[in-house]
């Protein structure tokens, strides 16, 4: 539940925020920014230390990561109207269409390349960076075929086996 309070939070506000933010740009924009970055190296930290345990402290950071990416991202686009034009891209749009399959099965594919590290793979960082890469790498690929065979198909109102129209 607590990945989720942030997101139901937005989007229950989301109709007052949107008219309130552009009015207050000057403050909310460097807050928004200030709150992604934040998440971004609490996401480091927790990569790095490897706290991962399910202990408070590892919780905690990921709440911290995924509570500053949602609302600064949010905030950030409420109160500019938009997105940064260097983010308005193909590869960022498709990553867009592939995030809900990409958060679903993350945390899976982690679990399974943790429990299949080569042995050639030795120490804290090395571990770390072996798994963010592999992660990332086949959480984006399965989550393009998701997209491609099964997404798609459901919003076009095809089964998936059935060619695109």
Do not use: N
């Amino acid at each position: 539940g607590w990945s989720f309070t942030p997101g139901l939070l937005l989007a229950a506000y989301e109709s007052e925020a949107k008219q309130y933010l552009p009015l207050h740009a000057s403050v909310w924009r460097p807050i928004s920014i200030g709150l992604v970055v934040v998440a971004f190296g609490a996401d480091a930290l927790a990569i790095a230390t490897q706290v991962d345990d399910g202990s408070f402290g590892a919780e905690f950071l990921h709440v911290i990561c995924g509570a500053g990416l949602i609302t600064g991202s949010m905030l950030f686009q409420w109160t500019t109207g938009g997105a940064p034009r260097a983010l308005d891209s193909r590869p960022v749009h498709a990553v867009g269409r592939w995030s809900y399959g990409v958060y679903l099965v993350h945390l899976t594919i982690g679990q399974w390349l943790l429990e299949h590290i080569p042995d050639s793979v030795d120490g804290r960082y090395e571990v770390a960076a072996w798994m963010t890469i592999w992660t990332l790498l086949l959480s984006v690929g399965v989550a393009a075929a998701l997209w491609r065979f099964w997404e798609s198909a459901w919003m076009e109102r095809r089964w998936p086996w059935q060619p695109s129209r």
